[in-house]
């Protein structure tokens, strides 16, 4: 027989190298002097909270972030990392107080530049109700939230993908593994006593009610109970127990001489 071949490129020894090449993208001096223009201006711009908060609302370019409960000593001003000069600032400094409404200079943290406002403080001892208002707000809407779902739940059976398929796309299915009845915590999840205490008081395969949680509203189910084995050493298991409680009551003892010194930190006046 006869073979018609067609010879689309000749063979050749050349080869060919790949490199990846990583390169840092960071502001140049001309965009740094920019920014740092801005947030003069801005300053130049509000000289109080009042002013503040119509430039921000005006100029969209700005990113606002609102810091609650700020501590004396805190070293970061929530995603801001070495924040310290902010938070010496809102506490006053060099016999200065910082009062509401005042604007400050402008910080270099980092490669941002910040402009903050004091727009309020909370003194020591019982807080009014007027200061817990956004916290109560919150978790009386989490509360209102939590009973709908409940009551959307509440009386519908199935398989856990089956009740998450009733309820719509927002609710999920997930397994966790080595849960313990004494921490109180779902890994993947956080804190939650409460569900916990509901698995455990479940036998094998079967599903709670819905449950107000911390996260969320859940449906607990258990899938296995792997029962704690006897220790094969009483004796070091005693000793380890024995010394974790020993520093315990060490370090309550010394937080509680501390709590009744009424100590007075004043750290933030020097660094």
Not at 140 to 146: F, Q, S, T
Not at 158 to 187: F, H, N, R, W
Not at 230 to 256: C, I, N, P, W
Request: glycine share 10%; charged share 25%.
């Amino acid at each position: 027989g006869y073979h018609v071949i067609k010879i689309t490129a000749p063979k050749t020894n050349q080869t060919y190298q790949l490199a990846t090449v990583q390169k840092k993208m960071e502001p140049s001096e001309t965009t740094r002097e920019a920014a740092y223009a801005r947030a003069q201006t801005l300053k130049g711009e509000a000289p109080n909270l009042e002013a503040f908060r119509k430039a921000i609302a005006k100029d969209k370019t700005l990113q606002k972030q609102e810091a609650k409960a700020l501590g004396r000593g805190d070293q970061t001003v929530n995603s801001l990392q070495g924040a310290r000069e902010i938070v010496r600032w809102a506490y006053g400094t060099a016999g200065k107080k910082t009062a509401i409404g005042d604007v400050s200079e402008v910080f270099e943290i980092g490669d941002q530049y910040v402009v903050a406002v004091l727009i309020g403080e909370r003194s020591k001892g019982t807080a009014d109700v007027a200061s817990l208002k956004p916290e109560l707000s919150a978790a009386v809407r989490n509360e209102e939230k939590a009973k709908q779902i409940i009551s959307k739940l509440t009386g519908k059976t199935g398989t856990l993908e089956q009740l998450a398929a009733t309820y719509g796309p927002s609710a999920q299915v997930k397994t966790a593994d080595g849960v313990v009845l004494g921490t109180g915590t779902i890994p993947g999840l956080g804190s939650e006593p409460l569900a916990v205490g509901k698995a455990f008081g479940l036998k094998t395969g079967q599903k709670s009610a819905p449950i107000q949680g911390e996260q969320g509203v859940l449906i607990v189910e258990p899938v296995s109970v792997q029962k704690p084995t006897a220790a094969s050493d009483l004796a070091a298991v005693r000793k380890q127990l024995t010394a974790q409680r020993t520093g315990r009551a060490d370090g309550q003892v010394y937080e509680a001489v501390k709590a009744n010194a009424n100590i007075k930190d004043e750290r933030n006046k020097f660094f």
